[in-house]
Nanobody, 120 residues
Framework: QVQLVESGGGLVQPGGSLSLSCAAS????????MGWYRQAPGKQRQLVAE???????NCADSVKGRFTISRLDDNNTVYLQMNSLKLEDTAVYFC??????????????WGQGTRVTVSS
């Protein structure tokens, strides 16, 4: 069994910063990619940023230059540093991992979500 545990959400004023973290634990052979998605009220879940095991990153255009994703393989943790937050960044942020619990099986996991509210 694999678990993704997120932390770091909260309330912040526009222009402020927040940092999210997500730790993967359990039966893990290899993590191929980890990332963050978000879902605002009434909208579909969308990719925010992701990082592969090779270190390649991909960010949504809406957060480029403001958000930074990073990953530490030693503890299977991914971080999302969010700067210059805007009202439209308000959403529930979900951690996602594309991983192999064993060498012959690959699947995808979601965290429970952490709420980020940007408000003055």
């Amino acid at each position: 069994q694999v678990q993704l545990v997120e932390s770091g959400g909260g309330l912040v004023q526009p222009g402020g910063s927040l940092s999210l973290s997500c730790a993967a634990s359990g039966r893990i052979f290899k993590i191929d990619a980890m990332g963050w998605y978000r879902q605002a009220p009434g909208k579909q879940r969308q990719l925010v940023a992701e990082v592969t095991s090779e270190g390649s990153t991909n960010c949504a255009d809406s957060v480029k230059g403001r958000f930074t994703i990073s990953r530490l393989d030693d503890n299977n943790t991914v971080y999302l540093q969010m700067n210059s937050l805007k009202l439209e960044d308000t959403a529930v942020y979900f951690c996602n991992a594309d991983l192999q619990p064993t060498s012959w099986f690959r699947t995808n996991y979601w965290g429970q979500g952490t709420r980020v509210t940007v408000s003055s």
